[in-house]
């Protein structure tokens, strides 16, 4: 390879990474998205980090809706349409968590003909913006970590 054309290979990758880097910040934000703020919730039950449980942020403007689900520590990172974080604002806090039914088998009949559902592990009262027991408000200056108690 000359000395020449090892010059113009390095210029064209050096092309190519800076457009991918440019031009691969994710999904476009849609007209009107509002600016977003770093937020996690921690969910615990009987002092236990929850794991698996939907925690979902609920407010009078529902266009632009704030959710995520807990890990082994019970920490949901929120984010708004796949981006990081929640829009500025009160919201009350939705949690809910299933256990879903074990796979039926290829060919084992259930009897009834019905499928299975999945068992809801938290009292409903968690599930309704109307009952809900836990609210916050995500502010600009931050920092924006909730911990709440599903008992």
Known sequence: MTRSTLAAFVALVSVTMLLCLTGCGGPKKPDGFPPLYPCEVIITKNGVPLEGASVQFNSSDARWPPAGTTDAQGVAV????????APEGEYKVLVSKYELPP?????????????PSAKLLL???????????????VTKGGPNRFEFSVE
């Not at 929120?78 to 974080?85: D, E, K, R, V």
């Not at 796979?103 to 499928?115: E, L």
Request: charged share 15%; net charge negative; aromatic share 2%.
């Open 78 to 85: 929120i984010n708004t349409l796949s981006h990081p974080g």
């Open 103 to 115: 796979p039926i088998a290829d060919g084992a009949s259930g009897g009834s003909g019905d499928a």
């Open 123 to 137: 009292h409903q009262k968690f599930r309704s913006p109307e009952t809900t027991p836990h609210s916050c408000t």
